[in-house]
């Protein structure tokens, strides 16, 4: 889903280009259908509470939370995260300042900084990212994921 481009300033002159909501990587959004429920906090934007049913964050601005659930977590390079989150996969070019468990890849861009606990199963930390605090790599499948359901099964 995409939003209409506002109409020139002034006659004769280009519309303007709407920023891509994703700058990580010059991601392209095309693989996510309009279904998935995807949050996006713009630059300049704080958002201090609880967020619910959504399964992709986008962080651009700043987000302050007791405790997320989240399939996706995207932090912007000028973006900041303060809280206690739970993810399918992160991706963070900002700050991520809290406790971070991630069920499967946690990716950790040049200019990202994760500060506090993180629990992941894969790590990839780009030259340049910045890791203060505890992080455990977790080598047995977490709740959530198939391998998970497969070692139930076997015992």
Same mark, same amino acid.
């Given at each position: 889903? =995409? @939003?209409? !481009?506002?109409?020139?300033? +002034? $006659? &004769?002159?280009? $519309? ?7 700058? @990580?990587?010059?991601?392209?959004? =095309? ?7 995807? @949050? ?20 651009? &601005? ?35 300042? &809290? ?37 455990? +790599?977790? =080598?047995?499948?977490? $709740?959530?994921?198939?391998?998970? =359901?497969?070692? !139930? !099964?076997?015992?």
């Amino acid at each position: 889903m =995409s @939003l209409p !481009t506002p109409p020139s300033p +002034m $006659p &004769g002159s280009a $519309p303007r280009q709407r920023a891509s909501s994703s700058r @990580l990587n010059n991601r392209e959004n =095309s693989n996510y259908t309009d279904n998935n429920r995807t @949050l996006i906090v713009h630059n300049g934007i704080a958002i201090r509470g609880i967020i619910e049913s959504i399964e992709r964050l986008i962080i651009e &601005g700043t987000v302050e939370v007791e405790h997320l659930t989240i399939k996706e977590i995207l932090i912007a390079p000028e973006g900041v995260f303060r809280g206690v989150a739970e993810a399918g996969t992160a991706e963070i070019a900002g700050v991520m300042e &809290g406790k971070l468990t991630v069920r499967n890849t946690l990716t950790i861009r040049a200019s990202g900084r994760l500060i506090g606990d993180a629990e992941c199963r894969r790590l990839q930390v780009e030259e340049g990212g910045q890791i203060t605090g505890k992080l455990e +790599m977790t =080598s047995s499948a977490l $709740p959530g994921t198939k391998e998970y =359901s497969h070692e !139930t !099964t076997k015992n």
